[in-house]
């Protein structure tokens, strides 16, 4: 809920009018499922593509876009920020009902361990302790109080339609090399994760803290899940995350059921959890990689499979991973498949899949598992 404030004198009974009749005529936002998400890569995009691609994300029915929010395109020299391209996409998203999942990374160059000459992201910063400010900037333009939203109260007499961020993301798979370069460190990232914590609570006392979405093999006994537990990391989170991939529907949950039973050993069996990612690819190698068809169908039966178990597994919420292919056949990594769409665009069967999926509705014709898919994802 929101108040467009008009231009009158303060303190009549003409503003508290002018403040009803704005609240009463204002368009309500289209209706979307937060627990349901895709991942999206819109930061920095040009408006008319940030806007088709937002209508297109809002048919699905999901209400969570995880988007990678770089810091180094937000603080371009040591305490500026530049919140231009954010404010653009958090707009274009509530316009539509939906809400974004910001999931920082990107170490300005300034602040990073990077080597002169390297490229990639998964730089951590050179002292945990860099990211503190930005994450406490962050909730404090667009928190619950965020100046973004340009309210006089919380959440009442706001300048923009109000729906804050509540949920922030800190860092991407940091328990495999590929995002973390320095070489992967639960205490290093241990440290990060609490500064984090605490500028992201320092902005915004109510803010959610997404642990880093971690790979399946965190699942396993000693991994890195536990590390971080025996570290002390629970005290820096308020949610669970995991990245759970498979090759099969029971490939899926088992890993889940996995990460849940380490949660309960470490008496945090009380926390929740968000699937930050998990899907099915078209291209490159993996057991979970298949036809356009068995991707359809695996995605469907996944996504009502993660609904139906969600007070079992204790799930917040599960984002699709990913909206549309990031190559066209040049390289061989299965993420660059694992798009509901092409890279030029064109949809894929899993697109209407998963629209039918968020919605509860039966899959499209021939989009099951046991007629779309062979035997090793039949599980």
Same mark, same amino acid.
């Given at each position: ?9 303060? %303190? ?16 309500? #936002? ?20 940030? #806007? ?19 810091? $180094? ?8 920020? $530049?919140?231009?391209? +954010? ?5 274009? #998203?509530?316009?539509?009902?939906? +809400? ?6 990107? @170490? ?41 939203? *340009? ?14 961020? /509540? ?45 880093? %979405? ?18 002390? #990391? ?18 899926? @949950? ?13 008496? $945090? ?14 291209? *490159?190698?993996?057991?979970?990689? *298949? ?10 039966? +996944?996504? !009502? ?24 056949? @040049? ?9 509901? /769409? ?12 998963? +629209?039918?999926?968020?919605?509860? !509705? ?18």
């Amino acid at each position: 809920m929101y108040f467009h404030v008009m231009r009158v004198r303060t %303190g009549t009974f003409a503003t508290l009018c002018c403040v009803l009749i704005a609240l009463a005529s204002a368009p309500a #936002a289209s209706a979307a499922d937060p627990y349901h998400g895709v991942f999206a890569t819109d930061m920095s995009n040009p408006p008319a593509r940030l #806007a088709a691609d937002m209508d297109a994300y809002a048919r699905t029915g999901a209400g969570t876009l995880r988007e990678h929010l770089f810091w $180094d395109r937000i603080e371009r020299s040591p305490g500026v920020f $530049d919140w231009a391209d +954010t404010d653009a996409m958090v707009a274009a #998203a509530q316009a539509r009902g939906m +809400t974004i999942l910001p999931v920082l990374v990107g @170490t300005p160059a300034f602040y990073s361990t990077r080597p002169a000459g390297s490229t990639g992201d998964g730089w951590p910063p050179r002292e945990p302790g860099m990211i503190t400010r930005f994450a406490q900037e962050l909730t404090k333009r667009y928190g619950t109080n965020g100046t973004y939203w *340009g309210c006089l109260l919380p959440g009442l007499l706001c300048r923009r339609p109000y729906k804050p961020i /509540l949920a922030y993301q800190v860092w991407n798979e940091p328990d495999i090399a590929a995002w973390w370069r320095t070489g992967v460190n639960a205490g290093q990232y241990n440290a990060l994760l609490a500064a984090a914590y605490n500028g992201l609570k320092a902005g915004d006392s109510k803010a959610e803290v997404v642990i880093a %979405g971690l790979t399946i093999r965190v699942g396993d006994p000693g991994s890195y899940l536990e590390q971080l537990y025996n570290l002390g #990391a629970a005290a820096y989170f308020d949610t669970m995350a995991l990245h759970a991939y498979g090759g099969s529907i029971g490939a899926v @949950t088992g890993v889940i059921r996995r990460v849940r039973n380490i949660m309960i050993a470490k008496n $945090d069996g009380a926390t929740p959890m968000r699937i930050t990612e998990y899907g099915f690819a078209t291209g *490159g190698v993996r057991e979970w990689v *298949g036809t356009p068809a068995c991707q359809a169908a695996l995605i469907y039966a +996944t996504t !009502r499979e993660l609904v139906l178990r969600k007070a079992e597994f204790g799930l917040k919420a599960i984002n699709q991973f990913q909206w549309r292919d990031a190559a066209t056949g @040049t390289t061989q990594g299965w993420p660059n498949y694992a798009g509901m /769409l092409y890279f030029d665009g064109t949809p894929k069967p899993s697109l209407a899949a998963y +629209t039918e999926a968020v919605a509860g !509705r039966p899959p499209p014709p021939g989009q099951t598992v046991p007629l779309a898919c062979p035997a090793l994802n039949q599980g």
